[in-house]
């Protein structure tokens, strides 16, 4: 249930691995740099809580993960929930909901639910992702543009009609700076691929603002100085009330946390050629955000870039993920200052290309080509996480694919007459065995569950005369319900009043058998009267009306 990966991989591990983790992890700890910044500020905090995320719950996801390679921190996935919860409650206020998230996942792997988070529909992914994606988006527009604005809406139609009346004060300084972002990170990998285009451009934008003394806003301007050190941790005030106010969000961050982990792990895993241990992840996932909450910081979880990154560039064990926060400490403890420098527009143009690659457009596109009900899911939650809530849109989504999936195993249940002393009712000549006279069989199809349950009830009453044996066909059900079984003890009970003998025929699925065993309905029934095979029923059918005769 919780073995670290990293207990393996040290067992061989060499100075030539080392080497490759070391360039590896460096590297990724300069990619991180900009993201933790740019992750904080459009999170509504202050842009160390982003740095302290990614060392802390990064040092400690790579150390107690299920993942060879996983990388942690603050990411994109987590800017809207993250934002809401500093609107509502505050940044204490989002500690508190991190440090019980981080219990919530810890309490979801000793649970063993990491097999079964990795079900949740694709369609309901994408679609909260690609939302997420536009709200990133919508909410860089007034640094990118540089507007004046004394406050921002956090409602998406209100935000941009804000931004209709406020085009007329866009900053050209702060637009050429954003523009130069982009096309600096969009270009840059033509050039190389080993330092990251956001660094690149980083560098190159805050050189160029205070050369120039370019009238943008920057990181200190708003911020003020960055802190050149951790802060000391400190267990959050937790008491029932707060958990009755931030459980709500706090399952949010922790469900959003595991499929984001998981996901990456999985990516990972396909990478390398590996496999991840999806409870010990989600335990760790849990521990890292406790810690990331008692040193101010913000929610962390697999982050699937950073993960490539690192993959890409040698990593292959969770030293490269210690190493990638070890460096980002070094920067933070001697050059962190300098972050103060950092233009807004620029992080603004590095958020929007990551809410870019977050959009996953064409897998948008593929999933509304698909299936009626994928594209019913895409959209709804896609739609209520931009003009909505995102935990409305997590809990209407998953909703709503399990009522389409209920109706796709409807369309699939079916029970149909095989024979009929009925000539109203719908026959098929029931030829592949030789029925006694007065036998009635019928055939389900498909699993027996509630929302099944009503056409076998239907399809019973076909019956005009009831018919001396009853014969249900159960070859082709795998499993049965509650209001399965309460269905056919219905009908047993209607049987007994009309002086029909009910009889189970082919019932040869261990998961129908025992449900008949628990529910005492093998018992009402007979035993003799619930056949493995089409030819006992048969015979058993000739043996009761024999009895009667006699």
Not at 153 to 171: C, G, L, M, R, V
Not at 266 to 285: C, F, K, P, W, Y
Not at 349 to 356: F, K, T
Not at 411 to 418: F, T
Request: net charge positive; hydrophobic share 50%.
């Amino acid at each position: 249930m919780f073995r670290p990966k990293i207990i393996d991989t040290l067992k061989n591990y060499d100075r030539a691995q080392f080497y490759k983790d070391a360039v590896a992890g460096i590297i990724v700890g300069i990619v991180a740099l900009p993201l933790a910044i740019a992750f904080a500020i459009a999170s509504g905090v202050s842009p160390e809580k982003g740095l302290f995320t990614a060392i802390i719950a990064g040092f400690v996801i790579s150390a107690l993960g299920g993942s060879r390679v996983q990388i942690g921190g603050p990411t994109g996935a987590f800017i809207v929930i993250v934002y809401g919860i500093v609107q509502q409650f505050g940044v204490n206020g989002l500690i508190i909901a991190t440090f019980i998230a981080g219990i919530l996942l810890i309490i979801m792997g000793i649970a063993k639910l990491g097999n079964v988070i990795k079900f949740i529909p694709h369609p309901l992914i994408v679609g909260f992702t690609s939302g997420i994606a536009i709200i990133i988006f919508s909410s860089q527009i007034k640094d990118f543009l540089g507007l004046h604005m004394s406050s921002l809406p956090a409602d998406f139609i209100e935000k941009w009609a804000a931004y209709s009346h406020s085009f007329a004060s866009t900053n050209i300084y702060s637009l050429v700076v954003g523009l130069s972002t982009l096309l600096i990170i969009i270009l840059w990998p033509k050039v190389t691929h080993k330092i990251p285009g956001s660094l690149v451009a980083i560098i190159v934008t805050t050189f160029v603002v205070q050369i120039f003394k370019l009238p943008v806003e920057t990181i200190g301007s708003r911020f003020g100085a960055i802190p050149s050190a951790l802060p000391n941790p400190a267990i959050p005030n937790i008491n029932f009330q707060t958990i009755r106010q931030l459980i709500r969000p706090a399952f949010t961050i922790a469900l959003l946390g595991s499929i984001e982990s998981l996901l990456s792990a999985v990516v990972a895993d396909g990478m390398i050629g590996g496999n991840h241990r999806s409870n010990t992840e989600l335990i760790g996932q849990g521990i890292a955000n406790i810690c990331s909450a008692a040193f101010g910081g913000i929610p962390a979880t697999g982050a699937i870039a950073r993960t490539a990154t690192n993959i890409k560039n040698g990593g292959r064990t969770p030293v490269a993920g210690i190493i990638h926060a070890i460096t980002l400490l070094i920067i933070l403890l001697f050059v962190g200052k300098w972050a103060a420098l950092i233009p807004m527009c620029t992080l603004a143009g590095i958020l929007i290309i990551v809410a870019y690659n977050m959009s996953e457009w064409e897998n948008f596109a593929f999933i509304l080509k698909g299936s009626k009900s994928d594209a019913a899911v895409l959209i709804a939650t896609f739609l209520l996480t931009v003009l909505v809530d995102l935990t409305v849109a997590i809990e209407i989504g998953m909703i709503l694919a399990a009522f389409l999936f209920m109706r796709q195993m409807m369309k699939l249940s079916s029970v149909e007459i095989l024979t009929s002393s009925s000539e109203n009712a719908p026959e098929r000549m029931f030829k592949e065995y030789a029925l006694p006279k007065g036998v009635e069989v019928f055939e389900i199809n498909g699993p027996l569950f509630f929302g099944a349950a009503y056409k076998f009830k239907d399809a019973m009453k076909i019956i005009e005369k009831p018919a001396r044996v009853l014969i249900i066909r159960m070859q082709n059900v795998p499993i049965i319900d509650a209001t399965g079984i309460r269905v056919l003890k219905e009908v047993s009970i209607d049987n007994k009043r009309n002086g029909t003998k009910l009889i189970l025929a082919e019932v040869n699925s261990d998961s129908v058998i025992n449900e008949l065993k628990k529910t005492r309905l093998l018992f009402q029934i007979g035993k003799a009267n619930v056949t493995s095979t089409m030819e006992e029923a048969i015979s058993r059918s000739e043996q009761v009306m024999l009895l009667d005769k006699n």
